[in-house]
């Protein structure tokens, strides 16, 4: 089969692998692959778990085989690629998502940009009938919005702002508007997220001065809750001075190493912090169902369809800023498939 094996830092190779034999799990044939900024950070060298050579590919859609040993033969199936230990304190809970040895398919071993992969049949989740494959390919970053914005303090009526339009936080921002957030604030520099946070209908904040303009937008009351999607430590340093006293701060990116943040802004104001790391197995179901339903406009989020071949080309994209999600077609390698 063919596999886009990535064998140093921005080097990718297209190789011709055995078949996976489907021991121990379902083999699918991979439709569609989300590439997101921790693949980039893969693709950059800078990741501390993932070696080379390595096939990317986390936020995946497969197709079951009709005839396959499994219960969702003939079926489209979004891949939960979290592979907890099992054993841990947090998995003894039945905190998976919280595993203090977590690994990831398309991190820790093989992911989805690949014509195949097998995966075991409890990682799998059924893509309700309607919803199309390239659309379900959002379900993976989808949940990391739905289990931050679970995991918040949101009331209905509640002012939000979005720190970071990357493809999470614009799928935060939906999120929270979907919740009941009566006003949601996006705060990004780079023009291309901009314009597709402008294009969702979300009010963008001056990129100089995200926390001057939340005060003059809302007359000097901030945010009942913020966002952090952009993982920056100059955002860092921001967050608490974004929100109300006694408002909230969810992190929501991957910081790569500890940052300042005012801890006496968060006694003074009362404020409360909280961390939130991927998503549950419901936040997937929750996500699948948000899109069925039509909550999220994938056509303006979704910037580039590219083919396998073309994987190293959308990442220098990706990394330029040109593109803001960009999901690779896994089927065909003449310029991508139709959804």
């Not at 303090?153 to 720190?163: E, F, I, P, S």
């Not at 799928?171 to 949601?184: F, I, N, Q, S, Y």
């Not at 809302?218 to 999607?229: E, Q, W």
Request: glycine share 10%.
């Amino acid at each position: 089969m063919d596999a886009m094996v990535a064998t140093a830092p921005w080097e990718f190779r297209m190789q011709d692998r055995p078949a996976p034999a489907g021991d121990g799990g379902t083999t699918l044939d991979v439709r569609y692959v989300g590439l997101c900024g921790t693949d980039l950070h893969i693709v950059h060298g800078e990741h501390p778990r993932a070696t080379y050579p390595l096939v990317l590919g986390h936020e995946i859609v497969g197709a079951v085989p009709a005839d396959a040993d499994s219960a969702y033969a003939g079926r489209h199936v979004v891949v939960n690629p979290l592979l907890p230990c099992g054993t841990c304190a947090a998995c003894r809970r039945r905190r998976f998502h919280v595993c203090a040895r977590l690994r990831l398919i398309g991190i820790d071993r093989d992911g989805g940009l690949a014509a195949r992969l097998t995966v075991p049949d409890a990682r799998l989740h059924p893509v309700p009938a309607g919803l199309a494959a390239r659309d379900a390919a959002l379900a993976e970053p989808l949940a990391v919005a739905v289990h931050a914005v679970r995991r918040s303090a949101l009331r209905l009526g509640d002012t939000v702002v979005v720190v970071g339009a990357g493809p999470v936080g614009l799928l935060t921002a939906l999120a929270a508007r979907h919740a009941g957030a009566a006003h949601v604030y996006v705060a990004e520099p780079v023009p291309a997220r901009r314009a597709v946070a402008s294009a969702l209908g979300f009010a963008l904040l001056d990129a100089a001065d995200p926390a001057a303009g939340l005060a003059d937008l809302t007359g000097g009351d901030l945010a009942d809750v913020a966002f952090d999607a952009a993982a920056h430590p100059s955002v860092a340093a921001t967050l608490t001075g974004l929100v109300v006293p006694g408002g909230q701060v969810v992190i929501v990116g991957s910081y790569g190493a500890p940052a300042p943040v005012d801890l006496q802004a968060l006694m003074f104001r009362g404020l409360s912090v909280v961390g939130v790391r991927v998503y549950r197995p419901e936040d997937i179901d929750a996500a699948l169902a948000m899109l069925a339903a039509g909550v999220i406009d994938t056509d303006q989020l979704v910037t580039a369809v590219v083919p396998l071949e073309r994987v190293g080309e959308a990442f220098a994209q990706l990394r330029d800023g040109t593109q803001v999600k960009v999901l690779v077609d896994c089927r065909t390698s003449n310029g991508g498939g139709a959804a």
